[in-house]
Nanobody
Framework: QVQLVESGGGLVQAGGSLRLSCVASESIVSINAMGWHRQAPGKQRELVARISRSGSTYYANYADSVKGRFSISRDNAKNAVYLQMNSLKPEDTVVYYC????????????WGQGTQVTVSS
């Protein structure tokens, strides 16, 4: 059972930046994809960004709502995944979750507990 722990959330003004981190309790080398999701109250969970096992940012996927503003990266040596969030907007205010997809089938097997991001206008 892989445990994922997120950090880096907080309060920031609109236009500001935050960097979220997700550290796994064991090696993520064998995990095919890692993703960041977010979920607002009463809404479906949204995949924000996803990165493959190689860590290639060229092939990373992003939700349309964050393209050009957010950037996902992965450091397998540190068992970590990051989400750099720039030009933050009030509508980015939600809880962000890190998740691991072992089989690369968009079924996420492990989830973190989430970190709150609040963007003030």
């Amino acid at each position: 059972q892989v445990q994922l722990v997120e950090s880096g959330g907080g309060l920031v003004q609109a236009g500001g930046s935050l960097r979220l981190s997700c550290v796994a309790s064991e090696s993520i080398v064998s995990i095919n994809a890692m993703g960041w999701h977010r979920q607002a109250p009463g809404k479906q969970r949204e995949l924000v960004a996803r990165i493959s096992r190689s860590g290639s940012t060229y092939y990373a996927n992003y939700a349309d709502s964050v393209k050009g503003r957010f950037s996902i990266s992965r450091d397998n040596a540190k068992n970590a995944v990051y989400l750099q969030m720039n030009s933050l907007k009030p509508e980015d205010t939600v809880v962000y979750y890190c998740a691991a997809d072992r089989q690369n089938d968009y079924h996420y097997d492990y989830w973190g507990q989430g970190t709150q991001v609040t963007v003030s206008s």
